[in-house]
């Protein structure tokens, strides 16, 4: 209960104990005496002190009623500070995501970008050696996507980096596995757990996606877009090797790859025969 109203119940309450007890008084000093005065005086002194509590209350009660005005204010706008602070902390926290993903997602497919591809890959290289597991790099290639550009126009290329990024997102890739726009027509895949023949297997499926989006291409020798491929996996010791030895080792399987005619897959094994 407010605290004006609790206030407003006590000097009621005492003021109408105090006016009964001074007519029970007054009253029976009256049937002894049997004056008609004094029964009058009893009811004016009645009625004089239910006046005096009733004013006394309307009195002190007003300036309690402002104050409680005044709090019951102050404790909305306490809860809209709140309201507004939890808002705001909710907002920033959201836009702080958004940058963290933005700074290591690639605006143009929505693949993860090199940044990003090069944590993962120290990532899964030290969990591999703690664990006696592989992991593999499949280096991929859009074969003569300058001459795409210049034939179709940027636009057009960079609907074909999207389409092909799709392509390879949609093969069946394990939730663990990480896509990444590596370079300009480059993407790359990073596959904790697997090893070479693992890898091979899924490269051919990814090669053969994009072979399936039959993309346009007049400077090409196939008359469609294609890829080239390279691979390469390790089983990483500790204090043996190093992460930028299987990915260097991958390019060069690509590089091998796009020097044997394009539309191919080459691994680092190759590089040994070559």
Known sequence: MPLSRQLQTR??????????????????????????????????????????????????????????????????????????RDDARTHLEEMEKTLARVGLEDALTGLANRRQFERG?????????????????????????????ASYGRMAGDKVLRRVGSAIRDTNVRPEDLLSRFGTQEIAVLLPGSRLDGALIVAERIRKSIEQLNIEHSASPTGRVTISIGIAAVAPQRQVDEPETVLRESEQALALAKASGRDCIRTAEDLKQA
């Open 11 to 84: 000097l009621t309450v005492s003021g109408t104990a105090a006016a009964l007890l001074t007519a029970v008084v007054l009253t029976a000093m009256a049937l002894n005496g049997s004056t008609q005065g004094l029964v009058m005086a009893a009811v004016v002194l009645v009625l004089l002190s239910a006046l005096l509590s009733w004013l006394l209350a309307r009195q002190w009660l007003q300036p309690l009623a402002a104050v409680e005005a005044g709090m019951q204010q102050l404790q909305e706008e306490h809860k809209q500070l709140v309201e507004q």
């Open 121 to 149: 890959l120290l990532e899964e290289f030290n969990r591999a050696a703690r664990t006696n597991l592989s992991l593999a790099i499949i280096m991929i290639d859009i074969d003569l996507f300058d001459e795409y550009n």
